[in-house]
């Protein structure tokens, strides 16, 4: 096992089955936001368990995702999906809700429990809240900066998992909006939210995945991984979960290359890996609100070499 | 019995709820509460608006729902001991840790868990239980059949946002603002000097993040036009769904469901606006239902719009 985790996400068996997921060290099965998202891992038992299975025998550690803002008609499926990750091997649940959170100790105790980016984790004293629950790795919300994040590990020393490169989460809804277009374009749920669809006001632009808001932009600390590595951070995510199979690979295999080579000094980064993450962001990219800026800036130390966008600003780092 | 917690951004809002007939108002203290600027209090108007509560025989609670920062967390912590001096005996947060902190250090104060904390669930409202709130705030998008089980689950009061907007992220899962526009902001100079030791460098909070206080504003983000692209292609321009809430009808239901609290929305309604509203819930309260009856404000989601597939 190397020194660090690289993870990612992917909904269904379809996806799992059409990714090369050989630069990953694990994956989060199932799709958050939506009930009748495509096949969801979630709603199906026996694809949760193929899917376990074939990342075992991939060599990956499997783990399983539960809703971002379930209601009450979900718990008995969530249940269920928590039984079958505790059954068939999975090797933590991924969890943004605090009752489930609350299922899961009670009924699953042995099942590590990851506090996924929905659970509004802001301080050290909700990390020691959540623990107390049986979580053992967190992800800060979203808008922590990266000062914010260390000093909680300081704080409390729980491991962190960072979200290094993708859409970054800004919200999800109990309605999904595109439905008023099944009419209209001829496209029905559940294909509505696999169109590449975007809100955009201006320069600012926002991925709609139905239930689900993301940022335009790609999230993307490539040239920062020292910096992440240097913080004590071991845990990195590639959110892929709106992306193709392409993004899935060709990503990640820049990010499992860029991060062997990130604790070396100087750290060099080669032209070929900005050359695929401009291929694959089709808005831009951004540094997430981790240097304390909105969340849609980009605090490059070399922002030239990401050839983008209006945002841009050479960091003062 | 079932309560009657009504909202109020100033002193004469306060009086205008009591008045109104609420058996007890929140506030926001200023700097400290989500909302922002216009529904907060400084610490003079709180001190006048407990001694107008104290008066009329009921309760103020005061919301200081925001997430601040450690250095900013210890600033609220020392402005509990003023609170309870002041006879404020429940304040309303949205974070886990402080709920935790303020029930260990401060067993004499009520805790509730905030709308803002998301609950939506009877294993939500088991969760603050356990954690030792002694009330959870859910939102009027649950009707009382639904919110009967969530009553069921006990040893935790169970309030109703029934008069609220409901805008399309779910509260306390938003991050939008903050994405386009995260500024740091000072936090307000008007709190009791005893509170701050000369010298002591004044706290900031994060304009544009709804958890860690928004200074007046969101920037309301999701209530203006935005352009739909698939791809590259433009195919629409359109809002993010909202609608109104007004579940007047249904407060027999929620009593009859189990809900102690009936709570609703609206720090930043002028005492004016503010005062017939109350009337109105008392009134639904209090069987009354005829009295005082205006035409709720019209659901403005479409038609199409439906809760599918939860």
């Given amino acids: ?317 | 019995m079932t309560t009657l917690l009504a909202p109020a951004g100033s002193p004469e809002a306060v009086q205008a709820a009591l008045d109104a007939g609420a058996d007890a108002v929140y506030v926001g203290l200023k700097g400290w509460s989500r909302g922002g600027a216009r529904g907060e209090l400084t610490w003079d108007e709180l001190v006048t608006s407990r001694r107008r509560a104290a008066a009329a025989g009921r309760d103020l609670q005061v919301a200081l729902n925001i997430i601040p920062k450690p250095d900013d967390r210890a600033r609220l912590f020392e402005r509990i001991p003023l609170l309870l001096d002041l006879g404020i005996r429940t304040l309303i947060v949205n974070d886990v840790g402080i709920l935790g902190t303020l029930r260990r250090e401060f067993p004499a104060l009520r805790v509730t868990a905030s709308i803002g904390c998301g609950a939506q669930t009877a294993s939500d409202v088991s969760f603050f239980r356990d954690l030792g709130a002694h009330a959870v705030v859910l939102p009027g998008t649950i009707g009382p059949e639904e919110v009967r089980g969530m009553a069921a689950v006990g040893g935790i009061a169970v309030e109703v946002m029934l008069h609220m907007v409901e805008e399309f992220i779910l509260l306390g899962k938003c991050w939008m603002p903050s994405y386009v526009h995260l500024k740091p902001s000072p936090l307000p100079d008007d709190a009791p000097a005893r509170s701050l030791p000369e010298g002591a460098e004044r706290g900031l909070r994060q304009t544009g993040s709804m958890k860690r206080g928004g200074v007046g504003a969101c920037f309301k983000i999701c209530q203006t036009p935005w352009d739909l692209y698939q791809g590259d292609r433009w195919v629409d321009a359109r809002l993010f769904p909202s609608r109104q809430i007004s579940r007047r009808l249904d407060v027999a239901a929620y009593v009859e469901s189990g809900v102690e609290v009936l709570k609703l929305q609206g720090r930043s309604l002028p005492p004016e606006e503010l005062g017939p509203l109350v009337r109105r819930y008392r009134a639904a309260l209090d069987g009354r239902s005829g009295e005082g009856a205006v035409a709720d404000a019209p659901m403005a989601l479409p038609v199409s719009w439906t809760v599918v597939g939860r």
Avoid at chain 1, 290 to 306: L, N, Q, T, W
């Fill in chain 1, 1 to 317: 096992m190397s020194g660090f985790e690289l993870n990612t996400s992917i909904a269904n068996l379809r996806d799992l089955r059409a990714s090369d997921l050989g630069a990953y060290d694990a994956i989060y099965l199932g799709d958050i936001y939506c009930r009748l998202y495509e096949a969801n891992f979630l709603e199906r038992p026996d694809d949760l368990r193929e899917g376990i299975r074939i990342l075992r025998e991939q060599g990956k550690r499997p783990y399983v995702a539960t809703y971002a803002a379930p209601r009450n008609d979900f718990l008995p499926r969530i249940q269920k999906t928590l039984e079958v990750a505790a059954t068939a091997g999975a090797e933590a649940v991924e969890i943004h809700n605090l009752g489930v959170l609350k299922i899961a100790h009670d009924q699953f105790p042995g099942l590590p429990v990851h506090v996924g980016g929905f659970a509004n984790v802001y301080t050290d004293a909700g990390v020691e809240v959540l623990r107390g629950f049986g979580a053992v790795r967190f992800t800060p919300n979203y808008e922590l900066s990266l000062d914010e994040i260390r000093e909680i590990v300081t704080t409390c020393q729980a491991p962190m998992e960072l979200l290094v490169h993708g859409k970054m989460p800004l919200g999800v809804s109990d309605y999904c909006f595109l439905l008023e277009y099944e009419e209209k374009w001829g496209i029905k749920c559940p294909d509505l939210c696999q169109k590449d669809l975007f809100l955009k006001q201006g320069d600012w632009a926002m991925k709609s995945v139905g239930k689900g808001i993301l940022s335009g932009k790609d999230v993307c600390m490539l040239e920062h991984l020292p910096r992440l590595l240097a913080d004590g951070h071991r845990h990195f995510r590639i959110e892929t979960l709106s992306e193709s199979p392409e993004y899935r690979r060709e990503v990640a295999g820049v990010y499992r290359e860029a991060l062997g080579r990130a604790a070396d000094a100087p750290f060099d980064l080669d032209t070929g890996w900005w050359n695929v993450v401009r291929a694959h962001a089709r808005i831009g990219v951004c540094n997430g609100f981790y240097f304390g800026k909105s969340g849609m800036d980009y605090a490059g130390i070399r922002p030239e070499a990401v050839g983008s966008l209006l945002t841009i600003s050479p960091s003062a780092q």
